[in-house]
C-alpha cells in the first residue's frame, strides 16, 4: 500500500508539468476556427436557400399532368422574381392568396398589361370573361382547369407573392428533369 501512495505521489507531482506540455492554445485556436467555419456554413447555407435556391415538395391534382397527383420534389430558383426572370409559362410557387399560410404551385398565363380570356366554368364552353392584368400582377392558373382554385378564382397576384420558379424536379427520380415550358 505504501508503494502505491508513492506512485501516486510521484504522479501528482508531474501532473503540472505535463499539463504544460499540452499546446492548449493551439487546440483552442483549432476549435474556435472549426466552429468559426460551421457558423460561415451555416450563414451561407441560410442565404441560399432563403435568396438562391430551395427544395418545395408539391402536390395536388391542379397541376395534373405537369406536377403528380401524389407529389413531387423540385428545385425553386428563388433569384428569378427578384430579377423579373419569370415569363409567361413558367410554373411557380407562390404564397396562396386566400391562405397566406399555404403555398401554391401554378402555370403563369399572363404578365401585367395581358389581356386573358378564359372560361369562368370550364364545363360550359359558351360563358367567358376576358380580363387585363393589372401592374405589377400576374395571371396563373392550374394545367388542370377542371381541378384548379386559380386567377379565375382569385383573380390576379401580386408579383411579390412569387416565393420562385420551378425548374427542376427532383424526385420520384424516374421523372427527374427540367419541367418543359408551356406557350
Known sequence: MAMSVSRLTAWVKKVPTRMAQIP?????????????????FGCATHVANKYVFGFAYVMGPSMLPTINLSGDIVLLDKMSPWIGNVKVGDVVVLQSPE???????????????????FLV????????????VPKDHLWVQGDNIYASRDSRRF????????????????????SFGFLNQKK
Do not use: H
Open 99 to 117: 391562405n397566406p399560410r399555404k403555398s401554391v404551385t401554378k402555370r403563369v398565363l399572363g404578365m401585367e398589361g395581358d389581356e386573358i380570356t
Open 155 to 174: 383573380g390576379s397576384v401580386p408579383y411579390g407573392l412569387v416565393k420562385g420558379r420551378v425548374f427542376v424536379r427532383v424526385w420520384p427520380v424516374d
Open 121 to 132: 366554368d370550364p364545363g360550359n364552353e359558351e360563358k367567358s370573361k376576358t380580363v387585363i
Open 24 to 40: 492548449w492554445r493551439e487546440i483552442a485556436g483549432e476549435g474556435f476556427d472549426k466552429c468559426a467555419f460551421l457558423i460561415k
